[in-house]
């Protein structure tokens, strides 16, 4: 596989599960992302890890637990989620932070909380 | 803070008819501006990157121009097409003070009709 994938792609979980959000990225990046796309509100940052350390928590619910154990992966661990916290995830990934290289988008996963 | 607006919302054009699509942000330090397209739900497609000290590039049919003095990028498809059908995120990335922070756009969802 190339570029960013991201597992699941579709999630239905109700307010008491406990799931998980798998990014991979093999481009040899060293930076991540995680973020959030509701419904008629713009692409929202909430995690930014750099070789592994997590550099940004943009004010996220603790219900929402990142991780990540190496530069290849990033994973969101959910748990008590609300209906409103139903949207589309998308992880990204670049070569670092450094603000002139592109950020690689993941196809996101789909996540609906009922 | 920044602020990134795309107008129109949505625009439904006619196959062959040339695109415009605008972006307007409100903090002029910003390092790059980047175009994004997206598909009903799926991730981003990196389109075209401008670097600050850069007035436009052009990929194909598609030209993006950037004035960071007066806080605008403007994205042209030429000749569009029905493929073109999808939505367009225009997304800022702030300099070093702003944590180099990629701020998106609430995107034009565009429609080309045979």
């Known amino acids: 596989e190339t570029g960013v994938t991201q597992t699941p792609r579709h999630l239905v979980m109700g307010m008491t599960n406990k799931k998980s959000l798998k990014c991979e990225q093999h481009?040899?990046?060293?930076?991540m992302y995680w973020y959030k796309q509701s419904a008629k509100k713009p692409l929202e940052l909430m995690f930014v890890y750099s070789l592994e350390e997590r550099v940004e928590n943009n004010s996220v619910p603790s219900r929402f637990s990142p991780e990540c154990p190496n530069s290849s992966h990033l994973f969101l661990h959910l748990h008590t989620l609300q209906p409103e916290d139903s949207a589309l995830y998308l992880c990204?990934?670049?070569?670092?932070?450094?603000?002139?290289?592109?950020?690689?988008f993941g196809p996101g996963t789909r996540l609906t909380v009922t | 803070k920044q602020e990134v607006t795309q107008i129109p919302a949505a625009l439904s054009v006619p196959e062959g008819e040339n695109l415009v699509l605008n972006c307007s942000f409100t903090?002029?330090?910003?390092?790059?501006l980047q175009w994004f397209r997206q598909d009903p739900g799926k991730g981003l497609t990196s389109l075209l990157l401008i670097q600050s000290s850069q007035r436009e590039q052009t990929s194909g049919r598609l030209n993006a121009s950037l004035d960071k003095s007066s806080g605008r990028s403007t994205l042209y498809i030429a000749a569009s097409q029905p493929g073109d059908s999808a939505t367009y995120l225009c997304?800022?990335?702030?300099?070093?003070?702003?944590?180099?922070?990629?701020?998106f756009g609430g995107g034009t969802r565009v429609l080309v009709k045979p």
């Open positions: 990204a990934s670049s070569p670092s932070l450094a603000g002139a290289y592109e950020q690689y």
């Open positions: 997304a800022v990335r702030g300099g070093k003070a702003a944590g180099n922070k990629l701020t």
């Open positions: 903090d002029s330090a910003i390092y790059n």
């Open positions: 481009l040899g990046h060293n930076a």
